[in-house]
């Protein structure tokens, strides 16, 4: 590998007390965190929540209304995006349509008045690295959506950029590209070692690629942490309930403590918290909402759970080598997630155990974890 | 760049040298579409003894409207000295029905070629189409014969057949390609509970056509009252609109010319397409962006 | 049964018989009119017709003679020459001001209000207010002299070398308005994010407007050059009014050799072979791109994807 792509290059990111706002619409409320050096972090939420204007703001193409961007050692808050040393690959592409590939790979560089000895090396390089190399001469709509999008991406590593932004690149392939895409990108990253910022609303794009993931809801971070944490310890009820699908069982009801134990009385049934790491390290009593993970439901007995029950089966949704079996916890639907070739989902009742180590507890009122 | 300010919130705006060359152009652009406008005007309101020694430019000092009077009910055209007001009349008398006629035709036209694909339908819009591009010289002569022997020569149904003959092309242009966007399943449902052709018109298409109808109607008026080669021809010598009158107003003058009574002529002229132009401004560029870039 | 429409019960053909009943009208214009009448003035261009239509074929010799007239002969260099400044020079103007436009301007409504209004006009209007701005005694010649350069020249019309240039003048004031509309709605239609991608390159604006934009809004250009150019070739209002034809010959064009040979030469057989003329340059001018493109984008489909 050519050394002018070199993982020296990467530069992290700092967002500072940054809030955007037009107006009286608040777009995202103060926000404030790190980004490392050649981390691969994934802004994830649903539509709205700010993440792309986050990006935008990252980027340059959008002004702060408040606070600091820095990138690398430089305070780049009021400089133009080709200032910033960044590269972006957009959800349409964005493609010069009339110019060949090589065109566009060389289009910023050319304009730009580099050297053209550099601009061929780097848009053969590029090329290699996206396995483009035989399509230099296409143009945009002589191309398929995944060689496409490489072509975008390829856009921005000419750039030899620190730190590359993605806004949703997946998002308008369908799913068997997106699966193909998505493992290029993770080698890519390995391969190059930038820091990347990835936009999407898919948490599957988002558990599989990330270093670390930032849940934005309503224009706060909801919660960042890598894959595992956001997946094992959601940190409010909001991000347990985004992250996993299918999604998270909850249940209404009360963590009642007598002594150094704890239990959660819900409708209908209780589970002794023993094993369940509160986050205060003491078990707090009060109304709570118990979250139960449909994977996380026991239909192997084992016997060592210390909560057991049975219930009806109310119904089976079959997903190819997965089953979906609809069952009650006390008064509560509890939805279980088993495997098809088990063949639960010819029988009509159900003994299942709940280890209430693998269980979330949340604050009824502020949705906080316990 | 201000080395104390620390960058932090919105970037400052500054006004760069190239906005402000911006605005200059497009200043200077405005006073160059605008200038002929403004020299007409300002003539029309002068004595012919301040067009002879002043400036063309500068403001009347003392502002008249004789010429005016002269224009509208004394200008010579060849002989007959009405003024142009007889062609005010008759460029209504032209335009109004050489604007409904055309428009419901063209609607007629649209809706039939967009949903009732008949056999032959596609080669009837595109030989429409192509005589568009077909200069009018070409048809001049058989349409002058064909008029003659109907009797239609000179007459004013005459002048508005022609007027709705050649613009069916641009009228079942846009109405076509506005019903082309338009759901087929309305249309299905409609025919599924018992509509027929006029029925489905009516009461379905016609109702949800109004901004298609809108520049449609201003286009054609537009285009009608301006014409002048057909009107000179078929229109007959008193039904001559005032783009014909105008014309002979001016190219017929000997000795020196009336220039403010041509100014204010011409003015007079132009002042029907301009307030519709005025009137109307939104629709008409969102239809030529619609309409005519379909095409 | 109850209810069901008769007309669904009918056959496909007599279904659709209302339609075709109701664009009769067209139907009948087409053919008659256009067909017949487009036939009927190119046989007469093959007959020796004067005042009258005769059918006495004497095949070529009219277009000889047309094109052995001096007059026919400046007409169709009047109008080449005309219509290349004129489409050039509006396309030019007109992609500009789009462009200008577009740059997110306060009173953006405006100013294309007043580039728009003049395209309302007649020709006939347009003719007489440019004549009377190049007349050198009292028009813009005399006015800047007036303020003291007295070395100005601006009469135009009143020269041979240089009367066609006031008529595409003229016309440019008169019609950059309309192309400027379709082009800006063309840039409109530019995909924000390529505007974005341009940022990130760090590509100058004005570069993307000249390297990158028109190549996207071609079909819009297309679409401006071809009326633009529909308006060039018919040119004749806008003639009659300002030059009438000269000074002398030098601004004759063809469709007014078509019309004096109609209504004051009384020659037919001139007129109508002219016609036929200035039919098969427009089939050219439209027809040669038409066939371009459609070459073009069936080797596309053939060499294209995989």
């Keep these: ?370 | 760049m201000n080395h104390a300010a620390i960058p932090e919130g919105p970037k400052p705006r500054q006004i760069s040298a190239s906005r402000i060359a911006i605005y200059v152009f497009l200043g200077l652009s405005a006073v160059f579409f605008l200038l002929p406008v403004y020299v007409m005007i300002i003539t029309s309101l002068k004595p012919m003894a301040e067009i002879r020694t002043g400036n063309l430019f500068a403001f009347p000092k003392e502002i008249t409207l004789d010429a005016w009077a002269k224009a509208w009910s004394g200008a010579c055209t060849g002989r007959v000295c009405e003024g142009i007001r007889p062609g005010m009349l008759n460029s209504f008398k032209i335009a109004i029905p050489g604007t409904l006629f055309p428009v419901i035709v063209g609607a007629i036209n649209g809706y039939a070629l967009s949903f009732w694909r008949f056999r032959g339908a596609n080669l009837v819009f595109t030989m429409l189409l192509v005589s568009t591009f077909v200069p009018i010289q070409v048809f001049i002569f058989p349409l002058v014969r064909m008029m003659t022997a109907t009797g239609l020569y000179g007459t004013l149904p005459g002048i508005i057949l022609i007027h709705t003959g050649f613009t069916l092309p641009l009228t079942t242009l846009l109405f076509r390609n506005f019903y082309a966007s338009v759901p087929e399943e309305m249309f299905s449902a409609a025919r599924i509970d018992g509509g027929g052709f006029w029925s489905i018109f009516t009461y379905v298409l016609l109702p949800i056509s109004t901004p298609i109808v809108i520049v449609a109607v201003i286009l054609q008026f537009t285009g009608s009252w301006n014409d002048y080669l057909f009107a000179l021809i078929f229109a007959g010598r008193e039904n001559q609109p005032m783009t014909v009158l105008l014309t002979s107003i001016v190219t017929s003058q000997y000795g020196e010319k009336e220039y403010n009574m041509n100014m204010a002529a011409t003015m007079l002229a132009a002042m029907v397409p301009l307030i519709v132009y005025f009137a109307s401004g939104r629709w008409f560029v969102r239809g030529i962006s619609d309409g005519a870039l379909k095409g | 049964m109850p209810g069901w429409n008769n007309a669904m019960a009918l056959p496909v053909s007599l279904r659709r018989l209302p339609a075709v009943i109701a664009m009769t009208p067209t139907i009948f214009f087409v053919v008659v009119v256009l067909c017949f009448g487009l036939l009927w003035t190119v046989w007469t261009s093959f007959t020796s017709s004067k005042l009258l239509p005769n059918n006495d074929f004497i095949g070529l010799e009219q277009y000889v003679r047309l094109f052995g007239s001096d007059l026919w002969q400046v007409a169709v260099v009047n109008v080449a020459v005309f219509g290349l400044l004129f489409i050039g020079g509006c396309l030019a103007l007109g992609y500009v001001l789009a462009v200008l436009l577009d740059q997110n301007i306060r009173f953006e409504d405006g100013f294309r209000t007043i580039f728009l209004m003049s395209a309302s006009l007649s020709f006939v209007v347009t003719g007489i207010v440019w004549q009377w701005l190049f007349d050198p005694t009292f028009g813009i010649q005399a006015a800047v002299r007036d303020w003291g350069f007295s070395g100005f020249r601006f009469d135009w019309l009143t020269r041979k070398e240089t009367a066609i240039y006031a008529l595409v003048g003229a016309g440019v004031w008169q019609a950059t308005g309309l192309g400027m509309v379709i082009m800006l709605a063309g840039l409109r239609g530019v995909d924000q994010d390529i505007w974005n991608a341009t940022r990130v390159d760090g590509v100058a604006r004005w570069r993307v407007y000249v390297y990158v934009i028109p190549a996207m809004i071609r079909p819009m250009i297309a679409t401006a050059a071809v009326l633009l150019s529909l308006t060039a070739i018919k040119i004749y209002d806008l003639v009659v009014v300002m030059t009438g034809g000269g000074p002398g010959i030098s601004t004759e064009v063809p469709a007014k050799y078509v019309m004096d040979m109609l209504f004051q030469r009384s020659n037919l057989g001139q007129a109508t072979s002219a016609a036929t003329i200035m039919l098969l340059a427009i089939s050219l001018l439209v027809g040669l791109p038409w066939v371009i493109v459609r070459l073009r984008q069936s080797r596309s489909a053939r060499g294209g994807s995989e």
């Design chain 1, 1 to 370: 590998m050519d050394n002018t792509l070199k993982k020296g290059k990467a530069k992290g990111v700092s967002v500072r007390k940054v809030r955007v706002s037009y107006g009286a619409v608040h777009v995202i409320r103060e926000l404030d965190f790190e980004i490392a050096r050649g981390e691969f972090i994934v802004l994830l939420g649903a539509s709205g929540c700010g993440k792309s204007t986050l990006l935008s703001v990252i980027a340059g193409l959008r002004d702060v209304s408040g606070g600091q961007i820095w990138i690398g050692d430089e305070n780049v808050t009021w400089h133009e995006p080709k200032d910033r040393d960044i590269g972006m690959v957009f959800q349409s592409y964005a493609l010069y349509p009339q110019m060949t590939v090589r065109g566009n790979l060389s289009f910023g560089l050319r304009m730009t008045g580099a050297d053209k000895a550099v601009i061929d090396k780097r848009v053969a390089e590029a090329a290699e690295i996206l396995q483009l190399t035989g399509l230099l001469e296409r143009k945009p709509r002589q191309l398929s959506g995944g060689q496409r999008q490489r072509v975008a991406i390829g856009r921005a590593l000419v750039r030899h950029a620190g730190v590359f932004l993605f806004d949703e690149p997946l998002s308008n392939l369908d799913a068997k590209l997106r699966t193909e895409l998505r493992g290029e990108l993770k080698r890519l990253h390995k391969q190059l070692g930038t820091t990347m910022i990835f936009v999407t609303h898919d948490q599957i794009e988002a558990l599989t690629l990330a270093d670390r993931i930032a849940v934005m809801e309503g224009g706060v971070i909801r919660q960042i942490g890598t894959p595992k944490e956001i997946y094992r310890h959601p940190q409010n009820r909001f991000v347990a309930g985004f992250i996993g699908s299918p999604g998270m069982n909850f249940f209404d009801g009360e963590v009642q403590v007598r002594g150094a134990e704890a239990r959660f009385s819900g409708r209908g049934f209780e589970l002794a918290l023993t094993g369940y790491d509160f986050a205060t390290g003491t078990p707090t009593p009060g109304k709570a909402v118990l979250g139960v993970r449909p994977e996380h439901v026991g239909t192997r007995l084992t016997g060592q759970s210390p909560f057991q029950a049975s219930s009806p089966i109310l119904s089976a949704e079959t997903m190819g080598a997965e089953t979906l079996l609809w069952a009650r916890l006390g008064e509560d639907p509890l939805s279980i997630r088993v495997d098809t070739l088990q063949g639960l989902d010819e029988v009509s009742r159900i003994t299942f155990e709940i280890d209430p180590a693998l269980v979330s507890l949340f604050d009824a009122q502020t949705g906080q974890r316990l």
